[in-house]
T-cell receptor, first 113, second 112 residues
Framework: EAQVTQNPRYLITVTGKKLTVTCSQNMNHEYMSWYRQDPGLGLRQIYYSMNVEVTDKGDVPEGYKVSRKEKRNFPLILESPSPNQTSLYFC????????????FGPGTRLLVL | GNSVTQMEGPVTLSEEAFLTINCTYTATGYPSLFWYVQYPGEGLQLLLKATKADDKGSNKGFEATYRKETTSFHLEKGSVQVSDSAVYFCALLDTGRRALTFGSGTRLQVQP
């Protein structure tokens, strides 16, 4: 089954404790992206990647890092989480060629205390 | 920059009622437009899309027409069901960054 998976689905952590949210897709997509969803703001892009070893900032990159060492994986790293990063995070992927549709993962709900 | 404005919710309707969720956008050029749906506890799913002016996207009884003259992409359904209860997001595609710019979402509640 074609899908985007994220882990963990739920996470509670404390300020300053480094964490990684994993994202993996099995559709051989070149493009991957991270969004955060906050009430009243819709989804905002954090980082995106056009292909392996190619990443770039989205609209709200501060406090986040990403890497793209393999085509299927695109982890989101919070080196020193803060309470304002409490949010619902979505990973998405799509084909570069004829790009029109993004496929979303199920989401990771993060609470930073 | 790009922006998408949606009507605020929640929208509460009775089953079989007519649905309209308004969406307008601001963008340079001719973006592709989308409606995504998010069911409780799930990720976003593409509902329908339109890639050029006057295109009509449709799926599962939902429709939306790309209106360049009014920069709108309103979502409609003739007869809603309880199973349509979800949050609906209008979005446009920034072709440069391959990024979707989303509206704030509209929650639809359909009562039996």
């Amino acid at each position: 089954e074609a899908q985007v998976t994220q882990n963990p689905r739920y996470l509670i952590t404390v300020t300053g404790k480094k964490l990684t949210v994993t994202c993996s897709q099995n559709m051989n997509h070149e493009y991957m992206s991270w969004y955060r969803q906050d009430p009243g703001l819709g989804l905002r892009q954090i980082y995106y990647s056009m292909n392996v070893e190619v990443t770039d900032k989205g609209d709200v990159p501060e406090g986040y890092k990403v890497s793209r060492k393999e085509k299927r994986n695109f982890p989101l790293i919070l080196e020193s989480p803060s309470p304002n990063q409490t949010s619902l995070y979505f990973c998405a992927s799509s084909q570069e060629t004829g790009f029109r549709t993004q496929y979303f993962g199920p989401g990771t709900r993060l609470l930073v205390l | 920059g790009n922006s998408v404005t949606q009507m605020e919710g929640p929208v509460t309707l009775s089953e079989e009622a007519f649905l309209t969720i308004n969406c307008t956008y601001t963008a340079t050029g001719y973006p592709s437009l989308f409606w995504y749906v998010q069911y409780p506890g799930e990720g976003l799913q593409l509902l329908l899309k339109a890639t050029k002016a006057d295109d009509k996207g449709s799926n599962k009884g939902f429709e939306a027409t790309y209106r360049k003259e009014t920069t709108s992409f309103h979502l409609e359904k003739g007869s809603v069901q309880v199973s349509d209860s979800a949050v609906y997001f209008c979005a446009l595609l920034d072709t440069g960054r391959r990024a979707l710019t989303f509206g704030s979402g509209t929650r639809l509640q359909v009562q039996p």
